[in-house]
């Protein structure tokens, strides 16, 4: 690796590390610390519709049925979420967030919408562009797990 891509690295991680404990911190002032990182996630993937059925955020998470049913549990107790049966068919059941998850969710969102702004305040259309095809690299990377790569050099 290039001296340049050793320092690129060092940056990311380090933005990556700022970033997961900022938007924690930024969400949870005046919650008194209630929710978990995890438990944001959860409340905003159920958030990004009106209702959300427990397969389809599972997947968003990338997590079983199982173990967000345990993380949905904890955010119902703690008045965050309410789940809804289908009256079709009883057996399927409907997420949505309660006046303090919606609260939740739209803090998340802002933070995330002034993150990308500052991001790129002063930046040209062009190097706009750049921005967005470095983060769509890199999000292809991630999605594909970096698989067959060589993760340790011989």
Avoid at 16 to 35: A, P, Q, R, T, Y
């Amino acid at each position: 690796m290039s001296r340049e891509n050793q320092e690129m690295s060092k940056r990311l991680i380090a933005v990556f590390d700022n970033i997961m404990h900022l938007e924690h911190v930024s969400i949870l002032d005046g919650l008194e610390g209630k929710l978990s990182l995890s438990e944001i996630h959860t409340i905003v993937a159920i958030g990004s519709e009106d209702f959300s059925s427990m397969s389809r955020v599972a997947g968003m998470l990338k997590i079983t049925v199982g173990t967000l049913t345990v993380a949905i549990n904890n955010l119902v107790k703690k008045g965050y979420v309410e789940r809804h049966r289908c009256e079709q068919d009883r057996r399927i059941v409907k997420l949505g967030l309660t006046q303090t998850g919606s609260e939740v969710y739209r803090i998340h969102r802002e933070f995330h919408r002034r993150l990308a702004e500052a991001m790129t305040q002063g930046f040209s259309e062009r190097e706009r562009q750049t921005v967005n095809q470095a983060i769509d690299n890199l999000g292809d990377f991630i999605e594909q797990g970096y698989r067959g790569l060589k993760i340790m050099d011989q």
